[in-house]
């Protein structure tokens, strides 16, 4: 897979837009804004990166925001594809297993991705370093938000840092602000947006080790379902390995990492008693917790990450959250930045991450629960619960499915109730990363064609009236069509033709040729619509110069 990418090296607005926190969540965003021409402070209160591991999963969904930003190629290189997800009981037997393709999927991508966080980072941190639209400030500790609540069209607003060397505090300006400094977030404190807890906290004990032979493992994740001691065990890259291991009240990390009990601790996958070629990378104490954000947005203030949302790691969603965050906010700012949308737009951020990521911290809370029931007066109740679950095609389809929920609200134009939507076309969820071709040139992928930009999206030879909509608002027109079909192209549109339409969900747009379809640059389909009628655009665009066809085939 080819990666198209070029940075601008000229701004596309005066405007400015302040990130705090230069991890994942505050790289991604950054970069997302600066390829749109938008310059970006980024403030980052750590002197140098995190060298630790702690993220490990990412999905074939979020591994497509990579993409977005050029790095895919390079992430998959480092990182590993996994067979899914196996329940065990206390026994270490398979109670079930739910299978990851480790083919290319819909979205272009393995569905399990297993990295380590350091190199992710690297790999962001270095494209941040080149942009030449990105500032990069480290060693500054943000401890003041000035002129957040006025309007949008008032004075930029003013974050003020310290920096941690003890010279004097300086003031950054930015249209708006985006938080992404972590759990402990500051911007989120100094805001005034609260954390409600969503019913789950839990110890646990974090091992991540190297070891000096491969070890004799299934080379997906395994989750121990023992209310003795709940676990969960995966390889993550080479001879890279992670334990994690439930903490009863009172037990004390000490007492578990000595060599002797740590040992006993990792036998089941070691096949022995000591730590004889093992070398502890690191051993933490974690406290998972399950809480969301009141809100994602106050005034110009955006939060993102963990600053957002913490999620127990069950189902692997943690440091993926915090990027669809990214990818979902940054199109938006920069529309309104650069005059392409109204600065009502940005209302949809909160509408419509808040409730995509309680409803995964409430799957992963719901998953966790019935995996690692301690000893209580539940756990009997929860392993009844959970071997009846697995027998449950409804729990077994939650528990495999690769896929997020759709958006249900937001920047979306919703069919009605009744109205059947065409397969995999749904209002709210994402469009199939197709491999296609343009222009008989050599094959990409649907991404690489849409760009950045919005799209419409339709497999009929576009009429007057679908190329006027897309020229007012600046929309790139695409025509997708069966392998092989070299119709002429016309003015004001592109030809794709799709390789493989069933495997990446654009069977249904090809099968019904009065269909169009506005897909946004963060990949969702915004609004479908059926000849004679055109799509209704469900946020308010302003007309711009149309791009140039030409440009934006491959």
């Keep these: 897979m080819t990666e198209h990418f070029t940075a601008p090296v000229t701004p596309a607005t005066t405007e400015r837009v302040v990130v705090v926190g230069a991890g994942p969540a505050g790289c991604t965003s950054a970069l997302f804004l600066a390829d749109r021409g938008v310059p970006v402070t980024l403030l980052e209160r750590y002197v140098a990166p995190h060298p630790l591991p702690r993220a490990v999963h990412l999905d074939d ?24 997800l196996r329940l065990l009981d206390g026994r270490h037997q398979v109670m079930a297993e739910f299978r990851r393709e480790q083919t290319i999927g819909r979205h272009g991508f393995p569905q399990a991705n297993m990295f380590d966080q350091p190199e992710l980072e690297e790999l962001l941190l270095s494209r941040v370093e080149q942009h030449p639209l990105i500032d990069l400030r480290r060693g500054l500790d943000v401890v003041g938000i000035e002129g957040f609540d006025d309007p949008f069209t008032a004075e930029p607003v003013r974050v003020v840092a310290r920096p941690v060397d003890g010279r004097a505090e300086q003031t950054f300006t930015g249209r708006v602000v985006l938080g992404a400094d972590g759990a402990n977030s500051t911007v989120r404190d100094l805001v005034g947006v609260t954390m409600q807890d969503l019913g789950f906290t839990e110890r646990w004990l974090v091992v991540d080790v190297r070891a000096d032979r491969d070890l004799n493992t299934w080379d997906g994740v395994e989750q121990v379902c023992d209310p003795a001691r709940a676990a969960t065990f995966m390889q993550v890259i080479g001879n890279r390995y992670r334990w994690e291991f439930q903490l009863q009240d009172g ?9 002797g009990a740590l040992g006993q601790l990792l036998q089941p996958w070691t096949g022995r008693s000591d730590l004889d070629g093992l070398e502890i990378v690191r051993s933490a104490t974690y406290t998972f917790r399950a809480r969301i954000a009141s809100s994602f947005r106050v005034g110009r203030v955006f939060l993102l990450g963990d600053a957002a949302h913490l999620t127990p790691p069950f189902i692997g969603q943690g440091l993926g959250a915090g990027l669809r965050d990214a990818n979902n906010l940054a199109w938006k700012v920069a529309d309104v930045l650069t005059g392409r949308a109204d600065p009502s737009l940005l209302d949809s951020y909160d509408a419509e991450r808040r409730p995509h990521a309680t409803a995964l911290v409430k799957r992963a809370v719901t998953i966790g629960w019935a995996m690692t029931g301690g000893q209580d007066w539940a756990a009997a109740f929860r392993r009844v619960f959970l071997a009846a679950a697995c027998r449950s095609t409804k729990f077994r389809a939650a528990v495999a499915s690769p896929s997020t929920p759709p958006l249900k609200t937001g920047a979306l134009q919703q069919t009605g109730r009744f109205t059947r939507q065409p397969r995999g076309l749904r209002v709210g969820g994402l469009i199939g990363n197709a491999l296609v071709t343009t222009d008989g040139s050599g094959s990409a992928r649907l991404d690489d064609v849409l760009g950045q930009r919005t799209a419409v999206l339709t497999a009929r030879r576009p009429e007057p009236g679908l190329v006027d909509l897309s020229r007012r608002n600046g929309f790139l027109l ?10 002429t192209v016309g003015d004001g549109w592109v030809q794709a033709e799709v390789a493989d339409p069933e495997a990446s969900g654009l069977a249904g747009l090809l099968a019904d040729p009065a269909l169009a379809v506005v897909v946004r640059p963060d990949r969702v389909v915004a609004a479908v619509a059926r000849r004679p009628h055109l799509p209704a655009l469900p946020w308010s665009a302003r007309t711009v110069p149309a791009p140039t066809p030409s440009q934006n085939a491959l």
Aim: proline share 7%; charged share 30%.
């Design 61 to 84: 969904e979020v591994t497509r925001i990579l993409h977005g930003l050029g790095l895919s190629e390079q992430f998959l290189a480092r990182s590993r594809p996994a067979s899914g």
């Design 478 to 487: 695409v025509r997708v069509v069966p392998a092989g079909r070299r119709d």
């Design 251 to 259: 037990e004390d990390e000490a007492d578990l990492i000595a060599p």
